[in-house]
């Protein structure tokens, strides 16, 4: 079993997504990645970001294995054309604890992550809280967020192990007046200024890159890649 524990994650038996009111009036979304609600989830089909971003999302691309966790594709089927592979959230989610355990891709050029986000396509300012991989160094995890489309807060991190390898938990705790991210429940970065306060969508996705060579590296066209994730959880204060 590829699974693992954090804050204590409880490993039981369940098969699909779990929505758990607590004592205190939190609640829990605990998704151990079995299969395809689409109740709860989506997967970003037929059309491209554009920009930066140098492939089309295909539903096909968002695929769940035998052993349990959801693999998000890069590939190409032509020369010089690409698809890749994005999953999010139907609802939207506030201040919280979010948790994923992921492995990302390793190749030059490509970004593998996870993120809350919404914006003007949900009624909403631009507000994104992400954790992000860099295939072109996997030993490094980079933290960022917009807050009213605003940036420029890029944080890149040692993990001291290559993520490539092996999953393992990443985080990050949203609060009014702070957010801080975590490595396997060790905390590794925290931000107060001009902290995001809209809800947004929990989304996973990997993608090549097109003029960004100074950021991804230059994508050399390698595919099929892959990022998988184990399991996501959020919960709510």
Known sequence: MKKNTWLTLAMTSLSS???VSTASGAYE??????????GIWQKADGYSNGGMFNCTWRAGNANFTSDGSLKLGLTSNYY??????EYRST????????????????????????FTYTGPAYGTIWDEIDIEFLGKDTTKVQFNYYTNGV??????????????????????????GSIKWYVDG???HTATSNIPSNSGKIMMNIW?????DGW??????????YAEYDWVKYTSN
């Open 80 to 85: 010089n054309v690409f698809d890749c592979g």
């Open 91 to 114: 609802n939207k989610y506030g201040y919280g604890l979010y948790q994923v355990s992921m492995k990302p891709a390793k190749n030059t050029g490509i970004v593998s992550s996870f």
């Open 17 to 19: 997504l779990l929505l």
């Open 186 to 188: 060790v905390l590794k």
């Open 151 to 176: 940036g420029g807060h890029e944080q890149l991190v040692d993990l001291g192990f290559d993520a490539a390898n092996w999953f393992h938990t990443y985080a990050f705790d949203w609060q009014p």
């Open 216 to 225: 991804l590296g230059a994508y050399n066209g390698a595919n099929p890649l």
């Open 29 to 38: 979304l605990w998704e151990p990645m079995n299969y395809f609600d689409t």
């Open 208 to 212: 090549n890159g097109t003029g960004v």
